[in-house]
Nanobody
């Protein structure tokens, strides 16, 4: 069983930055691929970024490529999402997710075994 707790959301002006954190419980964090997703009101869930287990291969949605950076610290059981040059369209609730199967955290259609409760990111224009 893995519990995920996100933090770091907030209100920021366009062009600003935020760093989201997702802390995981358990001793096997390194064996999970981790993903960040977001969902805005009235919209479907959207894949944002992922980092695979062990090798640490990284994937980004085109909409955030060059602005967002995903990373993980296995010693701290934490995955991060550094968000720079934020835009109003980045406004959403951001969720982290975990699964031993990388494919489950690489697309919006994936079904990761574990989800966090979400953290709100609001970007004003």
């Amino acid at each position: 069983q893995v519990q995920l707790v996100e933090s770091g959301g907030g209100l920021v002006q366009a062009g600003g930055s935020l760093r989201l954190s997702c802390a995981a419980s358990g001793r096997t964090f390194s064996s999970y691929s981790m993903g960040w997703f977001r969902q805005a009101p009235g919209k479907e869930r959207e894949f944002v970024a992922a980092i695979t287990r062990y090798v640490g291969r990284i994937y980004y949605a085109d909409s955030v490529k060059g602005r967002f950076t995903i990373s993980r610290d296995n010693a701290k059981n934490t995955v991060y999402l550094q968000m720079n040059s934020l835009k109003p369209e980045d406004t959403a609730t951001y969720y982290c997710a975990a699964d031993v199967k990388p494919e489950e955290v690489l697309t919006a259609e994936g079904k990761p075994d574990y989800w966090g409760q979400g953290t709100q990111v609001s970007v004003s224009s």
